[in-house]
């Protein structure tokens, strides 16, 4: 019997049971190359996730740039009367658009009667990010209110604005207010977009042009006080005890925007 259980033993530990009973190679090798091919495929789609990110993040740094470089050239073209010019904008995850916005409300009135009332609607440029950028809201250009009289302060208000996804926003909507003590003259100014041609796709350019400037003018008598109310929807703003003005001009400069 001991010679018996020291064959039994031998045929455990020399290796042909294991053999006998052992994973098949082939089996293991379709085993081991289905994993490598599962954590390929994922690794793969994190780095085409990641390179999507960076891409569309630095299209949107280049879009808040032309951006800013647009507001520079609206106010540009605003001086001169038929001056036009364009800006670049990249559209592969993104798109450029102009929309409508609310409406403008100015009003001029001494403390006996309303002198004169501007209303108008108002367009916004807007760049739609990417669904995949990341970016926090904040102010590119800060004008400062509807009512500007700093002649430092900027007319256009850029902004980023978050929502269902990141958009760069640019606006004219309020009014620089300029007032000249010696010739006894008040100057309300104002920038109104209009939509053009829209079209193409990719790279863009967005074509913007004076196409006229609007003046009106209230010869005044009296040496009343003058107050200058502005509203643009939900928002306004008063500039009260405007004195020593015996002229006052309402000049406004309509900038044709076309995208193309």
Avoid: C
């Avoid at 053999?19 to 085409?48: E, N, Q, Y």
């Avoid at 520079?72 to 592969?92: C, E, H, W, Y």
């Avoid at 809201?137 to 009512?147: C, D, R, V």
């Amino acid at each position: 019997m001991l010679n018996r259980a020291l064959r039994r033993l031998r045929v455990i530990y020399d290796g042909r049971t294991l053999v006998k009973r052992g994973v098949s190679p082939v089996i293991s090798m379709v085993i081991i190359t289905a994993t490598l091919l599962v954590i390929l495929v994922i690794a793969s789609f994190f780095a085409t996730n990641l390179l999507e990110i960076q891409m569309q993040n630095s299209e949107f740094e280049q879009a808040k740039t032309a951006m800013l470089l647009l507001d520079k050239t609206i106010m540009d073209v605003s001086l001169r009367p038929g001056a036009a010019s364009s800006v670049q904008f990249n559209q592969r995850s993104g798109g450029i658009g102009v929309y409508k916005g609310g409406l403008i409300n100015v009003t001029i009135s001494s403390p006996s009667r309303t002198l004169y009332t501007y209303v108008n609607s108002t367009y916004i440029i807007k760049y739609r990010g990417g669904s995949m950028v990341s970016v926090a809201q904040m102010n590119l250009t800060n004008p400062g209110g509807l009512i500007i009289t700093d002649l430092s302060k900027p007319l256009g208000y850029v902004r980023i604005e978050i929502g269902n996804e990141a958009w760069i926003v640019l606006d004219y909507n309020r009014v620089r207010i300029i007032k000249n003590e010696n010739l006894g003259t008040l100057d309300i100014y104002l920038i109104r977009l209009e939509p053009g041609v829209f079209g193409g796709s990719g790279t863009v350019s967005v074509r913007v042009q004076n196409r006229d400037i609007n003046m009106a003018s209230i010869q005044l008598s009296g040496s009343s006080d003058l107050m200058v109310h502005v509203n643009v929807d939900e928002h306004h703003a008063d500039y009260p005890g405007i004195s020593g003005v015996s002229i006052v001009r309402i000049v406004e400069v309509l900038i044709n925007v076309s995208i193309m």
